[in-house]
């Protein structure tokens, strides 16, 4: 008896065990098996808890119909951290390079919640203070503005002006940390915000928990991950008369313009366009901001009274950046000051009588 309610035992025992429901397989497990662990806290873990840079974690789904055109996308839907902790200490910085202009996301001009933006013919000099944030999870493995895939375990960051693509260093007001991006996608659309970083880019400069950073953002052209000009620039040699001139001041923690070499820069002011009052113009620009950027440096190098001059030319609008009429003795020092100063190369054209 003892021996036949044994085999029934242990028969159900193998129809429970035939019934069970598989495991799901796991997104997180490495190629070997291994499980990541997640951290229900969102807290610190330990290295060996994180998946391997820069495989970071599977991309999401996306359903395009939660996006309308002008507008957000998912409004609805909150961002958040990835489902694991991502170390990121071992991601390379992107090294600056000069791209050709992405085909997408270079429109002269966009509309994005009824207000219109202007991309930036070009992401030279550009230097701007404000707010950051970052995005995450919710738009992992998504398509950017440029149309490459959103990764957010990479260096990367989100602008509403600049060229895409475009190479800056940002750097965390607070606490002096920075990280290079490369610029490739459209954003942060928020009053007040200036840059959107990617969340390896805000875990580097530890703005994740906070969500939001005063940061300087300075574009970067070249491969060296220098600014064009850290500190004044030489002044290029003269003949021995006349007497060499003043060279007026050029704070090196404000200028971020090109300089150009000292054998390109001119030795002598521009010629003045006939005998009667000049105007000194430094720059043109298609955007006013750039414009505006050019009129403070070149008052923090002590050359004040420029001032913007809108103008339509060739059905283009364009803001011009000028000293006032003056004579012509007193155009041509100021403007052998501007080319001292490495700022520009400035021109004179004769005043309208």
Aim: glycine share 8%.
């Amino acid at each position: 008896m003892s021996r036949v309610a044994g085999l029934v035992v242990a028969s159900l025992l193998l129809a429970a065990c035939g019934s069970a429901p598989k495991p799901r397989p796991d997104p997180y497990a490495g190629e070997a098996g291994s499980r990541v662990r997640p951290l229900p806290d969102r807290g610190a873990a330990s290295v060996d808890a994180l998946p391997p840079a820069p495989n970071c974690v599977p991309p999401r789904e996306h359903d395009e119909s939660l996006y309308t055109a002008g507008g957000l996308y998912a409004p609805g839907v909150a961002d958040s951290a990835p489902p694991v902790a991502i170390d990121v200490s071992n991601i390379p910085e992107p090294v600056p390079r000069r791209e050709p202009k992405s085909r997408y996301g270079n429109r002269e001009t966009y509309s994005v919640l009824g207000r219109t933006y202007r991309v930036m013919d070009s992401a030279e000099g550009y230097e701007e203070r404000g707010i950051a944030s970052w995005y995450g999870y919710k738009f992992h493995g998504r398509h950017t503005s440029s149309r490459e895939r959103y990764d957010m375990c990479a260096f990367t960051a989100a602008h509403k002006t600049l060229p895409l693509p475009s190479y800056v260093r940002v750097t965390n007001l607070d606490n002096g940390r920075s990280v290079v991006v490369r610029v490739n996608d459209r954003g942060p659309f928020h009053a007040g915000r200036i840059i959107d970083m990617s969340y390896a880019a805000a875990t580097r400069l530890d703005m994740k928990r906070s969500g939001t950073a005063r940061v300087e953002v300075e574009a970067l052209m070249g491969p060296d991950h220098t600014r064009y000009a850290d500190a004044v620039p030489p002044t290029p040699a003269r003949p021995a008369s006349p007497p060499p001139r003043a060279t007026a001041p050029v704070p090196a923690n404000r200028w971020r313009g090109p300089v150009p070499p000292a054998a390109d820069r001119p030795l002598t002011p521009p010629t003045p366009m006939g005998i009667g009052p000049q105007i000194v113009q430094v720059g043109s620009f298609g955007d006013r901001m750039n414009a505006e950027r050019l009129v403070e440096r070149l008052a923090d190098a002590g050359l004040d009274g420029a001032e913007l001059d809108h103008a339509i030319v060739g059905e283009r609008s364009v803001w011009r950046v000028r000293f006032p009429a003056q004579a012509v003795d007193a155009a041509q020092a100021l403007a052998a000051r501007i080319i001292d100063s490495g700022l520009a190369t400035p021109r004179l054209f004769g005043a309208e009588p």
